[in-house]
């Protein structure tokens, strides 16, 4: 596609469950990035791929943020165990040629 | 620690006037910087970047300063128009993986 897309656009979710949110990013896009933004907050780094491999997880609040790109294009983040804090909306982005991010819509997550 | 800082939370400005955004930052190592606008819904779209070897990028009716020993940049919009009217973050990269970004300043033109 033209964009970084990502599903579902919204999610709604029990406390204590296990959520993914998909990306898929740009064509030929390597590197790929997961932000988190809360309400009134601006865009908070979770984890960066270059490739397949995750090259900066210190975003990741703990060890119940998981995110993979097993074939170095679509990404899943995975969140176990979700908590009422959780709720955020949840962004993938690439980046362009001249160092710029480009984001997907967002993954409105609501851990109810 | 927020390393940019954008203190004002929201701007309101006449259709035709300037608006002026501004931003603070910390980390005298960020040497890239960027302004993303968002709509309700939507994800930042990138709108305008400076590297820390200019003090000023033009493109339209937007520009972008930066005041390294201020550790300052401000984007102005010249003249704003109603479609302006969105969220601004400033963002900031020190070169490495991760990109930092204020937390936004809400800006409404008003017709």
């Known amino acids: 596609g033209a964009g970084v897309s990502q599903t579902p656009s919204n999610k709604v979710t029990e406390k204590g469950k296990y959520v993914e949110l998909r990306c898929d990013p740009i064509?030929?896009?390597?590197?790929l990035y997961w932000y988190r933004q809360s309400l009134g907050q601006g865009p908070e780094f979770l984890i960066y791929f270059q490739g397949t491999g995750a090259a900066d997880d210190s975003g990741l609040p703990n060890d119940r943020f998981f995110a993979v790109r097993p074939e170095g294009s679509v990404s899943t983040l995975k969140i176990q165990r979700t908590e009422r804090g959780d709720s955020a909306v949840y962004l993938c982005?690439?980046?362009?040629?001249?160092?710029?991010?480009?984001f997907g819509e967002g993954s409105r997550l609501t851990v109810l | 620690d927020q390393q940019v800082k954008q203190n004002s939370p929201s701007l309101s400005v006449q259709e035709g006037r300037i608006s002026i955004l501004n931003c603070d930052y910390t980390n005298s190592m960020f040497d890239y910087f960027l302004w993303y606008k968002k709509y309700p819904a939507e994800g930042p779209t990138f709108l305008i970047s400076?590297?820390?070897?200019?003090d000023k990028n033009e493109d339209g009716r937007f520009t972008v300063f930066l005041n390294k020993s201020a550790k300052h940049l401000s984007l102005h919009i010249v003249p704003s128009q109603p479609g302006d009217s969105a969220v601004y973050f400033c963002?900031?990269?020190?070169?490495?993986?991760?990109?930092?970004f204020g937390t936004g300043t809400s800006l409404t033109v008003i017709p």
């Open positions: 963002a900031a990269s020190d070169g490495g993986n991760q990109f930092y």
């Open positions: 064509s030929g896009h390597t590197a």
């Open positions: 400076i590297s820390s070897i200019k």
């Open positions: 982005a690439t980046v362009g040629g001249a160092g710029e991010l480009f």
